[in-house]
């Protein structure tokens, strides 16, 4: 009797069982929309002629600091010489954009630019003058800074 009902038990219980296993995936498109996002590619220091305009001769280390922000390379052979290099990619059509501008100071005075921006020439009459007033920040010293100044070999500021 037991395996009587087994028997009928399997046979009612496979035809359930079967019915689960077709299940069907979602159809997946065979052609792919042809969006591709290219991000903006920028590197560098903003240099724009706005900036370039601020410059002036004479003008101190810290002030064209503040002006231009600090100098994409440093080279530590020529300090009297920052240079400002900027490059953007915008996208695959759009050529890239480059910008180079090189500031050289003689005893930390500013004394020419070169590159491809350049201060305009003021066309009129008057000469304007401005005075860019840098606002003196205290400088937090590093542990190697103490250790320097504590030896007696403290380095300068500019």
Not at 34 to 47: L, S, Y
Not at 48 to 55: E, P, S, W
Not at 118 to 131: G, M
């Amino acid at each position: 009797m037991q395996k009587i009902l087994i028997s009928i038990s399997a046979i009612l219980v496979l035809p359930l069982l079967s019915a689960c296993s077709d299940w069907s995936l979602p159809e997946v498109p065979t052609a792919v929309p042809e969006v591709i996002h290219k991000i903006t590619i920028q590197q560098g220091n903003i240099v724009n002629q706005a900036m370039i305009n601020k410059l002036r001769p004479g003008m101190g280390k810290r002030q064209a600091r503040f002006i231009m922000g600090s100098p994409m390379i440093n080279d530590t052979f020529h300090e009297n010489r920052w240079d400002y290099l900027y490059r953007i990619h915008r996208s695959s059509h759009a050529p890239t954009e480059k910008t180079r501008v090189t500031l050289y100071f003689e005893q930390d005075k500013l004394t020419r630019v070169e590159g491809d921006l350049r201060p305009l020439e003021d066309t009129s009459e008057k000469k304007k003058t401005e005075v860019i007033e840098v606002p003196y920040q205290e400088r937090d010293l590093g542990i190697f800074d103490r250790v320097l100044g504590t030896v007696g070999l403290e380095k300068e500021e500019p």
